[in-house]
C-alpha cells in the first residue's frame, strides 16, 4: 500500500471552476503537509503547508486538512489556464520521523479556457 | 539570485562515466537531499543530509554516492553511470522537520 496516494488524473476543469485535489495518507500519526505544484520539466514550487486540522487559506489556494480521515485536499478556485500543472502532497510521517517527506505521485490538472 | 542551484542543468554523458551533480544552497538550511524523478514514478529520495556528518541513504541509493562538503554544498556522483540512470534530478533543502525548497533541477541523460 501506498503512504501517499493521489488520483494521477488528469483532472480536466474549466476556466473560472474550482478545482479539487485530494490526497490521502497511511500514517495516521503524520504531522505536517504539503502540496507542491510542478511545470512539466520544471522542479517542485512550495504553494502550501498545513498543520493542524481544518482549513487554510491562502488567496485562491485552500488546504483543508481532516488527520481523522487521514486525508488532505487543496482547493483552488478562480482556476486559470496557467493553473495546469501536477500537484504534489508530500507529508511528513511522525513515526520515527527523520524529517524525510513522502510524495504521492502527483495530480495533474488541466485547466480549460 | 536563486536559494538553491544546481549544475550542470543539463548533461549527456555516456555509459560508463563518472559524473557528479553538484548542489549549492543559501538560504542557511541544515538539510539537503538528493531526489532522481522518472515519469510515472514521482519523485524518489537517493540520500539526504542533515548536517555536514550526517548522511543518509534513501529508497534508491545503489549506484550512487554523496558527498557534503558544508553546510550549503552537497554533491551527488554516479561512479559509473548507466542508462536506467537517465532522469530528472533535484536537490532541495529544509530547516528542520519543515518545508522543503527544491534548486531547479539537472536532466541527465545518460547514452
Known amino acids: 500500500q501506498k503512504e501517499v496516494e493521489q488520483n494521477s488524473g488528469p483532472l480536466s476543469v474549466p476556466e473560472g471552476a474550482i478545482a479539487s485535489l485530494n490526497c490521502t495518507y497511511s500514517?495516521?500519526?503524520?504531522?505536517?503537509f504539503f502540496w507542491y505544484r510542478q511545470y512539466s520539466g520544471k522542479s517542485p514550487e512550495l504553494i502550501m503547508s498545513?498543520?493542524?486540522?481544518g482549513d487554510k487559506e491562502d488567496g485562491r489556494f485552500t488546504a483543508q486538512l481532516n488527520k481523522a480521515s487521514q486525508y488532505v485536499s487543496l482547493l483552488i478556485r478562480d482556476s486559470q489556464p496557467s493553473d495546469s500543472a501536477t500537484y504534489l502532497c508530500?507529508?511528513?510521517?511522525?513515526?520515527?520521523?527523520?524529517?524525510?517527506?513522502?510524495f504521492g505521485q502527483g495530480t495533474t490538472l488541466q485547466v480549460k479556457p | 539570485d536563486a536559494d538553491v542551484t544546481q549544475t550542470p542543468r543539463n548533461r549527456i554523458t555516456k555509459t560508463g562515466k563518472r559524473i557528479m551533480l553538484e548542489c549549492s544552497q543559501t538560504?542557511?538550511?541544515?538539510?539537503m537531499y538528493w531526489y532522481r524523478q522518472d515519469p510515472g514514478l514521482g519523485l524518489r529520495l537517493i540520500y539526504y543530509?542533515?548536517?555536514?556528518?550526517?548522511?543518509n541513504k534513501g529508497e534508491i541509493s545503489d549506484g550512487y554516492s554523496v558527498s557534503r562538503q558544508a553546510q550549503a554544498k552537497f554533491s551527488l556522483s554516479l561512479e559509473s553511470a548507466i542508462p536506467n540512470q537517465t532522469a530528472l534530478y533535484f536537490c532541495?533543502?529544509?530547516?528542520?522537520?519543515?518545508?522543503?525548497?527544491f534548486g531547479p533541477g539537472t536532466r541527465l541523460t545518460v547514452l
Open positions: 538560504k542557511g538550511h541544515d538539510r
Open positions: 508530500a507529508v511528513n510521517p511522525g513515526s520515527g520521523n527523520t524529517g524525510k517527506l513522502i
Open positions: 498545513i498543520y493542524s486540522n
Open positions: 500514517d495516521r500519526v503524520s504531522q505536517s
Open positions: 532541495a533543502t529544509s530547516k528542520g522537520y519543515n518545508e522543503q525548497f
Open positions: 543530509s542533515f548536517d555536514v556528518k550526517d548522511i
